[in-house]
């Protein structure tokens, strides 16, 4: 790697330097400093429409947002796996139809996961509720 | 060194800057949208709300809920703020100034750095819901980062068709692929990639829309639902790091849409690419400055004509819709400008 490499990375580090020292001083010195600190029971409790809380805030939420993401670490690991590809498909001309034949089945790999999610109905917030229902039925 | 600290600076102001613009602009811009009048107390046509908010936030005093996870909530809004600042880091806002290219940092790889470094802000959402001790907080962040995490993979596909046109990962690389012109149809065009990936902008776009938690997309925060989705325990300058984190977010992204799509800095007749002059280094700033601004006022043209998606019409656009569609342009992409057809005109 030649040293351009690292000094614009050291770039984005004095750049970062510079953003964090903003968020430092302003939420834990200044405002630290000029806001009151009068805490109180009554105030500091959960908002829940001004009702007392029922039961934990950590609530169990629908396991298809697990799906959800499951399926986008797949499809965003193709996506960085395009992105080399991409870049260079221009300069491929030599290889022919191969290099555009080769991510074709790479995509197409990739494409029967997201048919099979499709299929699924994981994809399908509303439709996946009938399908539970379907299934509670006797 | 010295001339990078120069430019973080000046980035860094810049975007702190627009922030209170763009703020005092949505609100102008949707009263007129609405007829109404928009805040016209504070300063002469109220051009100093901006300013008093942030004062108020500044003196406000912090609540932490009880029973909050602390020290993910102390740490959540500086997680959201940082990461779509640092990734302005590798935007070009100009062409160069002597042998200075006017960038904070010109990564070969830019295009992966912004994609990268940005979509982290999703962690400060997800940890700020999470960590606030509160139902609609926790069903906020999660609904949050699900929007985030699905868009994101039809934005990353749109971006692989420009690459294979532009043929290059760096910013300013791909600007200065698009100084040129080309003609479509017996049309002379600038050779803007929006002209030649039409598909792809659109669905970057929305992509965009849905990333930031803008309207028609702002579930996340939806407060008729959810009061105010992730960030509704927090107050002071914790909540102000969210707000601006959101802005930034914007501003980062128009800059995106602005380098890859629209030509980046360069507007035929004004500025030069070959000159390195301090003139048309400031000619090439204002052009970037000036495009950013027009794509972030359509953000605010939308948000205030389009009504809300429901949930489920929200995932399945970005699965069925733009995920398949931005799939079968790179295949387009790929058919039409393939290696046998040659290069790009």
């Not at chain 1, 829940?48 to 399926?71: H, K, M, N, Q």
């Not at chain 2, 325990?233 to 995106?256: D, H, Q, W």
Request: proline share 6%.
């Amino acid at each position: 790697m030649s040293p351009t490499f690292y000094s614009e990375y050291a770039n984005v580090l004095i750049f970062f330097l510079v953003g964090a020292a903003f968020v430092v001083l302003n939420v834990a010195v200044v405002s630290r400093l000029l806001r009151p600190h009068t805490a109180e029971a009554n105030k500091d409790s959960t908002y829940e429409c001004g009702e007392p809380t029922v039961g934990s805030a950590w609530v169990r939420f629908d396991i298809r947002f697990y799906t959800v993401a499951l399926v986008f670490i797949v499809f965003d690991v193709e996506v960085a796996f395009l992105y080399p590809w991409a870049v260079v498909f221009q300069r491929l001309s030599g290889a022919g139809p191969f290099a555009l034949l080769e991510m074709l089945i790479f995509v197409a790999i990739l494409a029967v996961g997201l048919v099979y999610v499709w299929a699924k109905g994981d994809l399908d917030w509303v439709k996946s509720m009938d399908a539970q229902a379907d299934r509670a039925r006797p | 060194m010295g001339a990078t600290l120069a430019k973080s600076l000046f980035v860094l102001l810049a975007l702190l800057h627009l922030v209170p613009v763009l703020v005092y602009l949505e609100r102008k811009l949707s009263a007129w949208i609405q007829d109404r009048r928009g805040p016209n107390r504070v300063g002469p046509w109220g051009v100093l709300q901006p300013v008093a908010d942030a004062v108020k936030l500044l003196f406000k005093e912090e609540v932490i809920p009880a029973g909050a996870d602390r020290g993910l909530y102390r740490w959540a809004p500086a997680l959201a703020f940082v990461p779509p600042m640092l990734a302005f880091a590798a935007i070009p806002f100009g062409n160069r100034i002597g042998t200075e290219s006017l960038v904070v940092s010109d990564i070969p790889v830019g295009v992966l750095f912004v994609l990268t470094i940005g979509s982290l802000s999703v962690y400060g959402i997800a940890f700020g819901g999470w960590a606030s001790n509160n139902k609609w907080a926790l069903l906020g962040g999660v609904r949050s980062s699900a929007q985030m995490v699905s868009y994101e993979v039809a934005l990353g596909l749109a971006l692989v068709s420009v690459l294979m046109v532009s043929g290059n990962v760096g910013m300013q690389e791909i600007v200065r692929r698009q100084t040129g012109s080309f003609s479509l149809a017996g049309v002379p065009l600038p050779a803007w990639n929006v002209f030649q990936q039409p598909v792809a902008f659109v669905v970057f776009m929305a992509a965009a829309f849905a990333e930031n938690n803008r309207l028609p997309f702002d579930l996340p925060e939806c407060e008729t639902e959810l009061v105010a989705g992730y960030h509704t325990e927090y107050s002071s300058m914790r909540f102000a790091l969210f707000f601006m984190g959101e802005y930034v977010a914007m501003i980062t992204m128009s800059g995106l849409a602005v380098t890859l799509f629209l030509g980046g800095w360069h507007l035929d007749p004004f500025t030069d690419p070959d000159s390195g002059t301090w003139a048309q280094g400031a000619i090439s700033v204002l052009v970037f400055g000036a495009k950013t601004l027009a794509v972030l006022l359509v953000y605010i043209w939308v948000r205030w004509t389009l009504p809300r998606f429901r949930y489920d019409q929200l995932m399945g656009l970005g699965w069925k819709g733009l995920v398949p569609l931005a799939l079968a342009n790179v295949a387009a992409t790929a058919l039409i400008w393939g290696p046998e057809a040659g290069t790009m005109p």
